[in-house]
């Protein structure tokens, strides 16, 4: 057994990012910017008056000072003429400084009858005037590869007149549940059958991490069967089986994907839930073998998958997201797996996180994990702790599940 650190190294060390593509800004949110984006143009274009008011001379507002006002800049139709002694145009938020003016009078500090203004405040030189590059100016870096683009970014894009951005194609995953016993949900129970939930959480994962789920069909305990369904993943950029990935008589995935020209990495990893895990090729394929149960197998999606697929995508590495909590009860001493507990999360009396284990930790119990909040990891052979003590968590709600 392998410890859990280096698998993911391991997995991670093999894969590159999905090659790029071109979309609109319209379909970019979400998506990882593959190529750096810099300014094509300078932002504001030219100085710009940030309030309504009236453009002037400096010098010429002074308290009590009375100017003729020559003309009006509403924004996106500017003053053609030059502001002289005396003089004001009347502007507003966003309107271009016309020539000779270097100061806004506020319309609140202004006393306006006809084509006079009254100055109430006295003004100062450059306040209230959005002087031109104040954001970005041509040529001037954005956005850098390996952004996941948010909102923010569109618009900074969209500023910068990029109506297009190359992104990482999102990666495509098929995942396959292998099993004699497996159902599809709302099909008739055969005698010993199960219902089949890991291909539906899984493909739930592979969205929220920001890929495309292809569900196979389900595969039977044939390795005939297992071989025809692993075929249809060609053009995948990965494939995820569930089940079959331990040594039991019926687990047939390596010996089923063998002939097809698979090759194995690695296979138990030192941890629960989730001890039994391949890792390895078809052919071109990257394969990554869940375990059968469903808490081991999404257990095992956010600790492999979720990480595997931000490489594919083009995301920058980065470690998982483990937040310090206290602990909620007491937990007895762990043996030489890495162990991953469900938990709820509160607040203690001094607001910190505060995790409570599930007294049940059963990898078959699924009820249990959609009502908790956290992984609490514990490291091979912790000591027992008490209820207050330190521990690290891993936030469900970070990757979906």
């Known amino acids: 057994m392998i410890p859990v650190e280096e698998a993911r190294a391991r997995i991670l060390d093999v894969l590159v990012p999905t090659g790029a593509e071109t979309v609109p800004l319209a379909e970019a949110w979400g998506r990882i910017l593959a190529a750096p984006v810099s300014a094509r143009l300078t932002q504001p274009?030219?100085?710009?008056?940030?309030?309504?008011?009236?453009?002037?001379?400096?010098?010429?507002?002074?308290?009590?000072?009375?100017?003729?006002?020559i003309g009006s800049a509403p924004a996106g139709h500017p003053f053609t003429g030059s502001i002289g002694p005396g003089q004001a145009v009347r502007i507003f938020t966003g309107g271009l400084l016309p020539d000779g003016a270097d100061a806004i009078l506020l319309q609140e500090d202004a006393t306006a009858e006809g084509d006079r203004v009254t100055v109430n405040?006295?003004?100062?030189?450059?306040?209230?005037?959005?002087?031109?590059?104040?954001?970005?100016?041509?040529?001037?870096?954005?956005?850098?590869?390996?952004?996941?683009?948010?909102?923010?970014?569109?618009?900074?894009?969209?500023?910068?007149?990029?109506?297009?951005?190359?992104?990482?194609?999102?990666?495509?995953?098929?995942?396959?549940?292998?099993?004699?016993?497996?159902?599809?949900?709302?099909?008739?129970?055969?005698?010993?059958?199960?219902?089949?939930?890991?291909?539906?959480?899984?493909?739930?994962?592979?969205?929220?991490?920001?890929?495309?789920?292809?569900?196979?069909?389900?595969?039977g305990d044939s390795e005939d069967a297992i071989a025809q369904a692993a075929a249809a993943a060609r053009g995948a950029d990965l494939l995820v089986t569930t089940g079959g990935a331990s040594v039991g008589e019926h687990d047939l995935v390596?010996?089923?994907?063998?002939?097809?020209?698979?090759?194995?990495?690695?296979?138990?990893?030192?941890?629960?839930?989730?001890?039994?895990?391949?890792?390895?090729?078809?052919?071109?394929?990257?394969?990554?073998?869940?375990?059968?149960?469903?808490?081991?197998?999404?257990?095992?999606?956010?600790?492999?998958?979720?990480?595997?697929?931000?490489?594919?995508?083009?995301?920058?590495?980065?470690?998982?997201?483990?937040?310090?909590?206290?602990?909620?009860?007491?937990?007895?001493?762990?043996?030489?797996?890495?162990?991953?507990?469900?938990?709820?999360?509160?607040?203690?009396?001094?607001?910190?996180?505060?995790?409570?284990?599930?007294?049940r930790q059963d990898s078959s119990m699924l009820r249990i994990l959609a009502g908790s909040d956290a992984l609490l990891r514990r490291a091979p052979l912790a000591p027992a702790l008490a209820a207050g003590e330190m521990v690290e968590v891993l936030l469900l709600r970070d990757f979906g599940v």
């Open 254 to 359: 390596q010996q089923a994907l063998g002939p097809q020209g698979f090759s194995l990495d690695f296979w138990k990893i030192a941890m629960r839930p989730g001890k039994p895990l391949i890792w390895g090729r078809l052919g071109q394929t990257p394969l990554l073998g869940l375990p059968g149960n469903p808490v081991s197998a999404l257990v095992c999606g956010v600790l492999f998958l979720c990480p595997a697929i931000a490489r594919l995508a083009g995301r920058p590495p980065a470690p998982p997201p483990f937040q310090p909590a206290v602990l909620g009860a007491d937990l007895p001493a762990n043996d030489r797996r890495e162990d991953y507990l469900r938990a709820t999360i509160g607040r203690d009396a001094g607001g910190r996180l505060l995790v409570t284990p599930a007294p």
């Open 121 to 219: 405040e006295t003004v100062q030189a450059g306040r209230w005037i959005r002087r031109r590059g104040l954001d970005f100016t041509a040529g001037d870096p954005l956005l850098e590869p390996g952004r996941t683009l948010t909102a923010r970014d569109i618009g900074l894009a969209a500023a910068g007149n990029h109506p297009w951005l190359s992104v990482h194609r999102r990666p495509r995953i098929a995942i396959l549940a292998t099993g004699d016993e497996i159902v599809l949900p709302g099909e008739p129970l055969p005698p010993g059958g199960i219902v089949s939930s890991n291909a539906h959480a899984l493909s739930a994962l592979v969205r929220a991490a920001g890929a495309d789920p292809m569900v196979l069909p389900i595969a």
């Open 45 to 69: 274009p030219a100085d710009l008056s940030a309030m309504d008011g009236y453009a002037l001379r400096a010098v010429d507002g002074v308290l009590g000072a009375v100017l003729t006002v």
